[in-house]
Structures are given as C-alpha cells and as structure tokens.
C-alpha cells in the first residue's frame, strides 16, 4: 500500500443547471480536475463515476464509459460506474484510491454526478426512495427519507433531550456556510425564526431541516504520493479511506439513534491515518436532514452520543468553532445532487486543505468527509491531509 | 499481484423466475456459492453485485449492502454495486478479483443478478436502451438494440459475404446447446426451418437471432489460489483479466463490424494469461443477437475478421468442434437477465473446467467469458484455468 494523493479537483456548481445534461456537467468537472493537475487525459488508466440513478432520472445509464469516450480518455482502460445511493461517490473516490494504492494504476479519475432538477417532485422522491428496503416493511408501508429521518429524530429528542432548536441551529448554520459558498444552491442566510415556522414534513422535520436536491458534478485526479509534486504545489494526501455496510432497515438496527455504519467506517479510518477525531480540522458530512448532521458528528467521535444537538447550539461546529462541520454550506445548503454529493465533499475539503476555500477554515491542515446511503446502508470516511 | 482461483459457484436457473424477487434470487445465488466453497459468510471481506437496472425495472435500487445483510456478511466490509449495462456482472467479477490479486482481500463474493420478465416488454425495451448514448443521434432517434446490431450484420453481410443462415446457424446450435443445460430459458431444440422463418425484428435479425430477456442471479467465491485447496478439490484460476471501454455510437467507431472494447479486453487477456486463443477450450461470448456471437469470435481473435459466419456453418463452434461457444445456450437461449449474465458465463465455464457440466465440452481445462455492455461500450474478458 502506497500513500495516494489528490492532485486535481474539478465541480460544477450545485443547483439548477438547466442548460447542463448528465454528461455535460461530468465531462465539465473532469475536465477541470484534469487541467487543475496538468495532466494528459491519454495518461489515465482508470475512470470511476459515482452516480445513483441517471437511468431512472434522466433516462441514461451506463455513463462511465460514455463519460470516458467524450474526455478522450484511453480505450484500453476500465471505466466503472458505481452505485451506493447517496453514498455513490465516496464509493468511487474509494475505488480509484484503491487503485492507486495498491499499485495498479498511476492516474485515477474520480468523477461524482447527479441531474435531478428537471425532473418532476414526485419523480424525484419516488426515485430516492428506490435507495430503501422495498421487500421489508420500511419501503413497502410507503416510508420514504425525510419520515425515516423524522423518526431518528423523535427517538433522538426522547432519549437525549435534543430539542426542534437544535435542528433548528444547524439549518441555521448550514444556510450561513452555504451563503459564502458561490458553488452553493442556496445562497442567501435565513432566520432561525423563519427556520422553526417553516412548513413540517414529516414532524419533527420542517422545510429546511431536509436538504434539496440538484445537478452537479464533481471530479478528482488521483496519484502516488511519491508523484504528486509533478502535478501540484499543493498535494493533499488521502490518509484514511473505509467503506462499511450497515442494515438494511430502522426495525432491525440495534440503535435509531446510531448509524452504525458510519461509526465503523469512522473507526476504520481514523486507525488507518493514526489520529483521533480531535485531530480533524475541518469536516464535510452527510447532513441530508438537519438530525443527520447531529447523529454522523456523534457517530463520528466528535462528540458524545447525545450531545451533538447541544453542540451545535453552543457554535462549536460554526466555521470558527471547535470543529467546523460543513463550511460549505452541507447538503442542507449547497444542495445534494445524489452521486456527486460524496466527490463534492473532498473537492470542499481539498481548497480547505489548499487555504483557498471561500468559507475558509484557518489554517485547516486535516480534513474529514463522510458520505451516507440510503438509511444508513453504505458509508464511506476519507480523511484527507495536506502534504 | 498474486493468484486468484473461483473455489465456490452457485445460480439460479435463468428464466421465468415468478415466485421469486431480485433480492430472493440474488441471496440463493450466493447462499449456493459460499456452501459451494464452505466458507463461513463472516469471513467475507468484500461483495460485488452487478447489476444493471433494477431500480428502473425493480423497484429496487441499492442492492449490494442489502442482500449483504440478508446473507448476514460483516458490517465492517464494503458491498458495491457495479453498473455497465449487459457487462455489469463481468465489471463485478473484475473487481472481485483485483481485490483478492491486490492482496487487499482473502474471500470476495461475486453476485450479478436481474429481475425483468415480471415487467411490460415495453418497460424491458425502454430499460435496455437507457444503456444507448442517449446525447448523440443514435439513442435519440430511437435506436434500440435490435436495430443497433442489425446495422452491425448488414455491414458484416456486406463486406464479408455472412449470410441469414449463418445467423441462423448460430441460433440453432445455441438453441440445441441450451436444450442440454437444465439453467437455459430455452429448453426445446428450434429446426433451421422455423428459425429462418421466424418473424422479422429489425432486418436482417428475426425472433431467434434474439435473445430473450430473463430472470436469474449468478455467484462466485474468489480467494487466493495458494489457499484454494482448502475450499475445494477442484480451483479453477483466474489467468486472465481485463476491462476496457469502446465508442459512445456506432456512427464514430473506426469500423461497424469490429467491436474495439472487445478486441482490446482479449489481447489485454490473453496477453495476462501468457496463451493465445488456440489454447481455449470452451467459451461462453455475449451471443446477444446471433451477429454478436459471430463478430465475438472474430474480435476475440478465434477466427479472422469476416470468417466467424462460414465458422459456424463448418460445426467449428459445437460443443464437439474446434472451439466449443457457448455450451451454455448462450445468451440467445439460456437468457439474458442482464446483470447476472457475466457471473453467470463464469458459473457455466468453472462446470466444464470441472467437468461437471450437463452439456460437457471433453476434457476442457481453460475456459474464456467474454461480456459486453451496450454498444460496446464496455467489455470483460476472463481466461479461466483448471488448477
């Protein structure tokens, strides 16, 4: 296992890209990955596409090679679309770290990418909730992701007295972030007045305690170590990567208020990169719902279970805080356009690492991204430092 | 890079599968595969499913971490799903057998798996064709694949003189393959006669130079070959292996009847396994359409370009010739359950090296698959040798 390093990054913004396609959006965040690192496309041996459900959405499958085929990538190599809900990108980036590290391949690209927003609501959320168990109860009775996140929530609330304020804070925060975020769909800060009398969704959940969806497309070039000072002055290093696998539904997990698939992949990469969580500078997580980003910070180490509610209402994940969770704005503000949501993270974490992000963390030198799927099915953990 | 032997196998038959869903199908597969090698399921360290659209067809998206905790693997291990259109299941095995030959895994599980005749035809061919590029002329002007590879064999008719008997001799000989494998759609031999009569699809293929979409679930165990005895009696080893990526459409490849991603995943193949292709016993090739088995054999180096019509008609590739295709049935008349398919090529091809198959090619000792996504967008090639 050799040390592999990010050298390129590339994104569209995220949001309503109306005159963007599937591929267009890829192809353009590839390309500037590509260029960013100075790379020829010809020396690429292997393209991976996180992306959950273009063929459902936006009636294209198969995009990898398709994707390949329009950068002008090589024909000898292999280029693998991946799929793990919203945890689809993290996955790719896992694999062509993989791939890297293992010695069998120089030059791995890492694209993440999603359309969505053309498509009808209703269209939408019947596509998200294809990511959930349809042969058990859960999907079955019609549950969809923001009901299961609400009902993490009420059992959140009951054990540990995490109150509709708390939640009601991260939007609070994430909408801030979001605002200085020019990738970002939205952009302007709202009220917390405004946050806690906007309309519910599934009760204790309201508007803005569910992230949006959008379009967009993030990509990273991936090389050893050893060679990233050919392609950068500011290499950032992937220093722990895990992928773990969690249950199926909420009935048979052992804990509604734990995903234990995120506390694995969190363990498994803190041990690989030899820190604690108190290490980690600056964090990208998966807050697709305001409780969402409560539990992952708990399930992740940065607090105590329980206490990630109270957390955030004494600003500790605020951009200055202790541990600044989401200075991009998070799913809850730059939006979550499924399959790039996990390659958009480590872009975010990557300027932060680079000291270039808009949202900047001082002086961030060690970065956290942990992307979810579905309800808690798959999570992947990077843990990423500057060189 | 160390080697890599199949020590369990196990599917379901290919067909119409009523009584049972995609995630039943996929976990008796796999059940089958890891009894076969009498592997305890928490050794696993990785799952691979290849699948090619479930969510669009099934309803059900996100499959590999679920039928991972319906098998009760390890939650700290990563269970991904793969997508390259029909190559789905071959990109699965590929992947499994990187992680075993990169030393990063000891027991990888291989899954491909389908569910599609429960669906309306026209949902099946609406599904298919999310595979074609749908951003250039082909796939908006409503190609399907039909229509796709009956431009291929009018072109091959064209410059190499093949003719609609040697389309329909390759229906024969699979229909009578798949007569002899209890796992075939298609159990019933099919006279010349009634093939060459049959009804007209997209000219010059009719009924029979189609294969029939299908339900089924193919699986594998993978571990490394210096621990294989201890799972079994009779390793068959992974000696070749490849990947690689063709042309968005058919109006920008360099020629209509050569399928690059297939001439470069054999030569890349055979190049690993340090043999040519004389050296094949038995092959099982993406017989899609009766022209696609035709130009496999050529691409894949059994025969010279223009040849693999009169090849054929010559009796070469029964299971007596020269070089046995597709013992199995093939695809036209096994059945195509579009995931499973490549895992499922790999299931047949470990029966012969371990001379247990219904329709036996005598003495086989090394085994091709040859798997193709789309328009050849995509393929694997894997040479399979007895230990």
Redesign the interface.
Same mark, same amino acid.
């Given at each position: 296992m050799r040390g592999v390093s990010i050298v390129g990054i590339g994104s569209t913004p995220f949001g309503v890209l109306e005159d963007q396609?599937l591929?267009s959006m890829a192809v353009t965040a590839a390309n500037e990955a590509i260029g960013d690192a100075g790379v020829d496309p010809k020396e690429i041996e292997a393209l991976y596409v996180g992306n959950? =459900?273009s +063929?459902?959405l936006a &009636?294209? !499958? %198969?995009i !990898?090679?398709?994707i !390949?085929? $329009?950068l002008g $990538?090589?024909?000898? =190599?292999?280029? %693998?679309? *991946?799929? &793990?809900?919203c945890c689809s990108g993290g996955?790719a980036l896992? /694999?062509g770290y993989?791939?890297v590290a293992? &010695?069998?391949a120089e030059r791995v690209l890492v694209v993440g990418v999603e359309k969505m927003t053309h498509a009808p609501t209703a269209k939408n959320t019947e +596509?998200l909730a $294809? !990511?959930m168990? /349809?042969?058990t109860s859960e +999907?079955k009775s019609g549950l969809t992701f923001p009901g299961f996140f609400a009902l993490v929530a009420q059992r959140h609330m009951h054990e540990f007295g995490t109150t509709p304020e708390h939640l009601a804070r991260v939007a609070f925060k994430n909408r801030r972030n979001g605002a200085r975020n020019s990738f970002a769909r939205f952009r302007e800060e709202v009220s917390l007045e405004d946050i806690t009398n906007s309309r519910a969704i599934s009760d204790p959940l309201r508007l803005f305690d569910c992230c949006p969806i959008a379009d967009g497309a993030s990509a990273v070039l991936l090389c050893p170590t050893e060679q990233a000072g050919k392609f950068t002055d500011a290499p950032v290093e992937i220093v722990g990567s895990a992928? %773990?696998? +969690?249950?199926?539904s909420l009935y048979n997990t052992p804990s509604s208020t734990t995903l234990?698939?995120t506390v694995?992949a969190g363990r498994?990469a803190f041990e690989m990169a030899g820190i604690g969580p108190e290490e980690v500078d600056v964090v990208e997580l998966h807050d697709c719902f305001t409780i969402a980003e409560i539990v992952d910070g708990e399930d992740l180490g940065f607090f105590e279970k329980g206490q990630g509610g109270f957390a955030v209402a004494e600003g500790l994940t605020q951009v200055d805080g202790k541990i600044p969770i989401n200075p991009s704005g998070g799913l809850l503000s730059k939006g979550h356009p499924v399959g790039a949501t996990g390659v958009g993270q480590v872009y975010e974490v990557v300027k932060q690492l680079r000291g270039s992000h808009e949202n900047q963390v001082t002086d961030a030198k060690i970065g956290l991204t942990h992307n979810l &799927?579905?309800t808690g099915? *798959?999570c992947t953990v990077h843990i990423l430092r500057r060189v």
């Amino acid at each position: 296992m050799r040390g592999v390093s990010i050298v390129g990054i590339g994104s569209t913004p995220f949001g309503v890209l109306e005159d963007q396609s599937l591929k267009s959006m890829a192809v353009t965040a590839a390309n500037e990955a590509i260029g960013d690192a100075g790379v020829d496309p010809k020396e690429i041996e292997a393209l991976y596409v996180g992306n959950f =459900i273009s +063929g459902f959405l936006a &009636g294209q !499958a %198969t995009i !990898a090679p398709q994707i !390949a085929d $329009l950068l002008g $990538l090589k024909k000898e =190599i292999a280029c %693998t679309s *991946v799929e &793990g809900a919203c945890c689809s990108g993290g996955i790719a980036l896992r /694999h062509g770290y993989f791939l890297v590290a293992s &010695g069998m391949a120089e030059r791995v690209l890492v694209v993440g990418v999603e359309k969505m927003t053309h498509a009808p609501t209703a269209k939408n959320t019947e +596509g998200l909730a $294809l !990511a959930m168990d /349809h042969e058990t109860s859960e +999907g079955k009775s019609g549950l969809t992701f923001p009901g299961f996140f609400a009902l993490v929530a009420q059992r959140h609330m009951h054990e540990f007295g995490t109150t509709p304020e708390h939640l009601a804070r991260v939007a609070f925060k994430n909408r801030r972030n979001g605002a200085r975020n020019s990738f970002a769909r939205f952009r302007e800060e709202v009220s917390l007045e405004d946050i806690t009398n906007s309309r519910a969704i599934s009760d204790p959940l309201r508007l803005f305690d569910c992230c949006p969806i959008a379009d967009g497309a993030s990509a990273v070039l991936l090389c050893p170590t050893e060679q990233a000072g050919k392609f950068t002055d500011a290499p950032v290093e992937i220093v722990g990567s895990a992928q %773990t696998t +969690g249950y199926n539904s909420l009935y048979n997990t052992p804990s509604s208020t734990t995903l234990d698939a995120t506390v694995l992949a969190g363990r498994q990469a803190f041990e690989m990169a030899g820190i604690g969580p108190e290490e980690v500078d600056v964090v990208e997580l998966h807050d697709c719902f305001t409780i969402a980003e409560i539990v992952d910070g708990e399930d992740l180490g940065f607090f105590e279970k329980g206490q990630g509610g109270f957390a955030v209402a004494e600003g500790l994940t605020q951009v200055d805080g202790k541990i600044p969770i989401n200075p991009s704005g998070g799913l809850l503000s730059k939006g979550h356009p499924v399959g790039a949501t996990g390659v958009g993270q480590v872009y975010e974490v990557v300027k932060q690492l680079r000291g270039s992000h808009e949202n900047q963390v001082t002086d961030a030198k060690i970065g956290l991204t942990h992307n979810l &799927g579905a309800t808690g099915q *798959v999570c992947t953990v990077h843990i990423l430092r500057r060189v």
